[in-house]
């Protein structure tokens, strides 16, 4: 369980629409099966999607593709004669297929007439230094529902109770626990409030006095080092800063659109 990072909005999967394209009708069948056409453009489709996903399009997965699209269509023919396509259920996924399709289709043209601009970019690459810090921390910590168990912890550890072990008995952090309570290497602001307070006012190889309460429950927070946080280059995460700023546009434009919507 990740619970500390920062929640990152995501607007179904808009970092994948960047590099996506709209894929134009061909009219030369891929195949036919029982006189039934299939258009290679949905072969061609598939193959951009999964591009766009970092996936090679290589002449055996253009073969595995077909087949499976070629049994796809003898099963989909079989539903078609058992009128499977009248029933309620499927009706249903059909519909909510239709929506996902379209939503998408919007967001690829969002995207396609939104482009962002070097400054735009520039500027949010100084946002993120700001609010990342100089600094990245390496800790551990012991999760627990209780003020009261947080404290029996801070007490044993005072007493020559073994950290790992205790994390690995008491916590509920699914993340860390198997690992004595470890976390990576992080900076301040990639956790979440007040855990991040904590952590910036407290020395190398420090505990905490007192237990930490954030949404997740209390942590007993031991600090093992700190060192410089070196932040990569504008160029190298340029695409990235891209993805960012358009979610948050595209998420204030939904915003919008749902504000000025008549919902009953």
Known sequence: ??????????????????AVTTVQAQSTPMAKVNGV???QSRLEFIVKARAAQGQADSPETRKTLREDLITEEVIA????????????DFVSQLEIARLTALVRAYQIDYVKNHPVSDEELKKEYDSLK????DKEYKAHHILVATEAEAKDIIARIKKGGKFDKLAQEKSIDAGS?????????????????????????????QLTEQPVKTPFGWHVIRL?????????????????????????????????????????
């Open 77 to 88: 023919q079989e539903a078609l004669k058992k009128g499977l396509d009248k029933d309620p």
């Open 177 to 205: 626990k198997s690992k004595g309570g470890e976390l990576d290497w992080s900076p301040a602001a990639s956790y979440v409030q007040p855990f991040a307070e904590a952590l910036m006012k407290m020395t190398k190889g």
């Open 37 to 39: 056409s299939i258009p």
């Open 1 to 18: 369980m990740r619970f500390m990072k920062l929640s990152q909005l995501t607007v179904l999967g808009i970092s994948g629409l960047i």
């Open 130 to 133: 700001t609010q990342m810090g």
């Open 224 to 264: 093992d080092d700190i060192r410089p946080l070196k932040i990569p280059p504008f160029e190298e995460i340029k695409q990235n800063l891209a993805q960012r700023v358009l979610q948050r546009q595209f998420a204030t434009f939904v915003g919008d659109l749902r504000a000025k919507a008549k919902i009953e």
